[in-house]
Every structure is written in structure tokens, then in C-alpha cells.
């Protein structure tokens, strides 16, 4: 076939076992192509206060601010920093690996003032050192910390941190977009003040919406600003117009991935959040148990590792690039690669959502086994 002819996207039959997206419950593809209503059709708005209540539940929250903003996981999290942020706020962001760095990228892009906790890749941040930094520098606005740090599989145990925050009276950011519906995300016990997530991870839908949740010491923070928030798009102040009440027209919200995501939310809750991660668990510890049997080493620090996102280092004998593309090719199983200090020394394995099953580890594991011998 000439490259330029038209042709039909085809399915490649693939099982999406990377950091995401995961593979999708045939429902929700269903539930996509669905036909079209208007985005403020009585039927569409009802889907909407439908999709908002199902999202306080996977979110664990009564907060009103419960949303899901147009855009990915990317979106949700330059939504909170813009909306949260003016320039020369402090915020002090924590980074063990690339969201973590993204996260600072964005708050300085926001104009503020950007101060640093890090710890070293495979590691959690330590409290500790949260609580370090907020005692050397006064006014710290907000806190920001990635619950399920994609790069690298860890779990970062969130209560103790959240504790010293709330001491300093600063806000509370969570990045949820790995978390969401795969561990729990307990925004109102653990005094979470915004917390955001994307629908192509534990959440089995495609991607393109970003799930947003802010507490109403948050939202009275973006009602009260001083300043305009900087992106149109983005401004929570006009999209709570459009999901709350009033219903006001702000951009022509994505119908058919809204459709794919009520379904998805549908799915997870009838399944019950609690099986939901017991299911994420054990399908973790197969993966986990199986690939140290294999002799390779797990990159997260023990105790901190995330059931639906593992990274496995590869000794040197072995070329993971080329693995990965035989794996791909010959069994039509999509892993990811390291990133960053990472790149071309382990995979990522993901076992998000509706890729979390125990046969798919089963398939993973048999093809290792076959390519590597
Ligand atoms: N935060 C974390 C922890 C992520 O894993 C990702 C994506 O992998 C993002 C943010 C960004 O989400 P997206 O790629 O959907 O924009």
C-alpha cells in the first residue's frame, strides 16, 4: 500500500500490558460509538451528573469540585497548577522521577516560585525531608507529590506526608493519574486538596479525559484569586459553570469519551473498589513473583512497589529494545520501556484496569520465557 492512500484504521489485536493505556472492556468501546446528542442535551447532562457521582466514589470524596476536564492525565495536572497557583506563590514539589519533574515544569511555567524535595529514582520520598523543607522556607502554598510514579513503579505512601502539610497549612496536590481505580485514592481521609488522574490507566477507558477533585479549601483558594487564571481553556472558575447548575456554555465537551468513561466508571464500581484492588494486587504479585523467578530484578524499593505498574531491570546480556519488538511483533503484547535513567535497562509492565488479569501475566510471562529462553 502507497503511503498517502486512505485506508480503514485497522485493530491490531494487541494486549496493551504497558504504563498505559490499557486495553479496554469491550463496553466501553461500545459505550464510544454510541451516536451523538448535544453537549447540553438533557440526556448528556444527566451522563454528566452521573459520571461526577461515580467519580466522588472512585475518588472516595464528597467534594462538589469533582469533574472530568477535557484533555489527558498532562491536562489534570496543569488544571490544578494554574488554578491553584499565581505568580511568586511557593509550592514545593516532591520528585523521585518524571512526573515528579513534569509537575515542577509545569508550577514554573505557572510563574511560581518552585522550591524542591527529591529522592533518588525507585525510592519514596521521605517525610521527613517534606517536613524539612517546609520548616527552612515559610509560606509554602501548596504541596504537590505523584501517588503511583509511572517511571519508576513506586508507591508513595501518602498519610504521613499529607499530615506535615496540613501542620504548614499548605494545600495538598496529589497525582493520581496511575492510582485512580488500581490502589486506593482516599482523597477526604488523607486531607487531599486536589487530586487529578487520566481515564487510559486503572480507569480502562481511552485516553483523553483527565478526572479532577478539589476540596473546598481548594476551591475557595481559585474563587478568591487575585489574578485571572492564565489558561482559558483550563479555568475551573468558568467549567464549574458548565458542570455545576447553571450549565453554561465553555467548550463543546468531548461527548463520546465522556460516554466511554461513564461506562468504565460503571464497570469498575458494579466490579466494587474494593475487589477492583484486590484484583490489582494479586494480578501484581503473580507479575512480580514471576519475573524475580526469572532471575531479573525488580527496579522499586521493596515495600513501596506498585501492583499495577513494575519495572524489571534487564542484565546486560540482554537487548530490551529488541525484546520488546519481538514481543510486540510475535505475540501482540505492547510493554513499555525504562525512561530516563532507566532508558534501555528495563521494560515497564503495566497491569492497569482491564488489563489486570491473571491469564494475561500468564501470556507475558510464557513469552519471556520463549524469547529468552
Ligand atoms: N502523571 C503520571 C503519574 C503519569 O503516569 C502520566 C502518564 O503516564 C501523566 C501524569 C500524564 O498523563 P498523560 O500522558 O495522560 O497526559
Known amino acids: 500500500m502507497e503511503r498517502g492512500i486512505l485506508v480503514h484504521v485497522q485493530s491490531q489485536n494487541r494486549l496493551l500490558l504497558g504504563p498505559g493505556p490499557s486495553s479496554v472492556h469491550p463496553e466501553v468501546l461500545k459505550a464510544m460509538a454510541t451516536p451523538l446528542v448535544g453537549h447540553l442535551d438533557p440526556y448528556f447532562l444527566e451522563v454528566m451528573a452521573d459520571t461526577q457521582s461515580m467519580l466522588r466514589q472512585v475518588f472516595q470524596?464528597?467534594?462538589e469540585l469533582t469533574l472530568a476536564m477535557s484533555g489527558t492525565g498532562s491536562a489534570g495536572m496543569e488544571t490544578v497548577f494554574v488554578n491553584l497557583l499565581e505568580p511568586g506563590d511557593k509550592v514545593l514539589i516532591c520528585i523521585c522521577g518524571v512526573f515528579g519533574e513534569r509537575m515542577k515544569d509545569i508550577a514554573v511555567r505557572s510563574g511560581a516560585n518552585v522550591l524542591t524535595v527529591e529522592a533518588a529514582w525507585?525510592?519514596?520520598i521521605e517525610p521527613e525531608d517534606v517536613q524539612a523543607a517546609l520548616k527552612s522556607s515559610s509560606g509554602v502554598k501548596a504541596v504537590a507529590i505523584v501517588h503511583a510514579e509511572?517511571?519508576?513503579?513506586v508507591w508513595q505512601p501518602l498519610e504521613e506526608i499529607s499530615r506535615i502539610v496540613h501542620d504548614y497549612g499548605a494545600l495538598f496536590i496529589v497525582d493520581a493519574v496511575t492510582s485512580l481505580g488500581g490502589i486506593p485514592v482516599e482523597v477526604d481521609r488523607l486531607g487531599i486538596d486536589a487530586c487529578y488522574s487520566g481515564t487510559q490507566k486503572c480507569l480502562g477507558a481511552p485516553p483523553g479525559?483527565?478526572?479532577v477533585t478539589l476540596s473546598p479549601r481548594a476551591l475557595d483558594v481559585v474563587r478568591n484569586?487575585?489574578?485571572k487564571v492564565q489558561s482559558w481553556y483550563l479555568d475551573l472558575n468558568m467549567i464549574a459553570n458548565y458542570w455545576g447548575e447553571d450549565r453554561f456554555y465553555h467548550h463543546t465537551a468531548p461527548i463520546s469519551m465522556l460516554f466511554s468513561l461513564h461506562e468504565a466508571l460503571r464497570l469498575l464500581l458494579e466490579e466494587g473498589l474494593h475487589q477492583a484492588f484486590k484484583r490489582h494486587a494479586q494480578n501484581g504479585d503473580y507479575l512480580q513473583r514471576?519475573?524475580?523467578a526469572m532471575g531479573l530484578q525488580l527496579f522499586?524499593?521493596?515495600?513501596?512497589r506498585l501492583p499495577q505498574l513494575t519495572s524489571v531491570i534487564f542484565p546486560d546480556k540482554y537487548d530490551e529494545g529488541k525484546l520488546r519488538k519481538q514481543l510486540l511483533e510475535d505475540y501482540g503484547i505492547e510493554v513499555g520501556g525504562g525512561l530516563g535513567a532507566l532508558k534501555g535497562k528495563?521494560?515497564?509492565v503495566g497491569l492497569l484496569g482491564h488489563s489486570s488479569q491473571h491469564r494475561n501475566v500468564t501470556l507475558l510471562i510464557q513469552a519471556m520465557k520463549q524469547m529468552m529462553g
Open 150 to 153: 509511572t517511571s519508576t513503579g
Open 225 to 227: 484569586r487575585k489574578t
Open 290 to 292: 514471576e519475573l524475580q
Open 209 to 211: 479525559l483527565a478526572p
Open 346 to 348: 528495563a521494560w515497564r
Open 122 to 124: 525507585g525510592q519514596p
Open 61 to 63: 470524596t464528597e467534594n
Open 300 to 304: 522499586a524499593a521493596e515495600g513501596f
